[in-house]
């Protein structure tokens, strides 16, 4: 429960919200029903509110959720323009840390990509940085 909160509290706001539109929008619907001498229907109601409803979801909903998905996806998927510079920075470190380290580099690198869960292409630090830092033989710092 805890991992997905903020999809849950997303998940939340969003159904406040659209019953609070549909409540509002229905006692507007007997407003202006009234106003004209008529008896609201819930049927028409029903039609109108799904048609704004839609409306809205089509205009903001869906292009926002594309733009966050769509995005997140073509990040995680490795498209060349989102994991060039990490792929990049990573091969330089690497090579540094092979021309400095000597024959532990190799040993110390595995350490650090099964530390940061690098194996499947997204880094998932489980703070155990410490023990890294002592493994590799480096003063351990406070900041």
């Known amino acids: 429960m805890r991992r997905y909160a903020y999809a ?6 969003f159904l406040v919200s659209l019953i609070l539109h549909w409540f509002f929008g229905w006692r ?4 202006e029903a009234l106003q004209h001498g008529q008896t609201p229907e819930f049927a028409g ?8 409803t839609f409306e809205n979801w089509q205009s903001e909903f869906l292009q926002l959720l594309w733009q966050v998905v769509g995005l997140a996806y073509f ?3 490795g498209s060349p323009a989102s994991k ?4 990049r920075m990573e091969a330089k470190v690497d090579a540094l840390m092979r021309m400095v380290g000597g024959d532990r580099a190799d040993e110390l690198i595995r350490d650090l990509d099964r530390h940061y869960l690098r194996e499947h292409g997204h880094a998932q630090p489980h703070g155990h940085d ?8 480096l003063p351990i710092g406070r900041n």
Not at 28 to 31: C, E, I, K, V
Not at 84 to 87: A, G, L, M, R, T
């Open 75 to 77: 990040l995680y998927v």
């Open 28 to 31: 507007t619907f007997q407003d």
């Open 130 to 137: 410490e023990e890294l830092v002592r493994r590799a033989g």
């Open 84 to 87: 060039e510079n990490d792929d």
């Open 45 to 52: 109601y029903v039609d109108e509110m799904l048609r704004d």
């Open 8 to 13: 849950w509290i997303t998940l939340g706001f």
